[in-house]
């Protein structure tokens, strides 16, 4: 299962949180497109599947915009 995230516009801490509760909804293993343009979202991202224990699967540059990948513990 996968599900998208469009943050883009929406600065830290948002995207994150809004990351986590729309992991919360998603089953063990099924995976989040997260699309971000905050800067921070560099930071914060890889933070936060580290911390939580959701697996970071890539990260890449699309323009202004990092897209993310995370797929849920």
Sequence with gaps: MTDDL???GLLCPLPVLKA???LMGLPPGA???LRTDDPAAIVDVPHFCNEAGHK???SQEDGPDMVWVIQKA
């Design 20 to 22: 986590r509760k729309r």
């Design 6 to 8: 469009d943050a883009t």
């Design 56 to 58: 970071l699967v890539s």
């Design 31 to 33: 995976s989040l497109t």
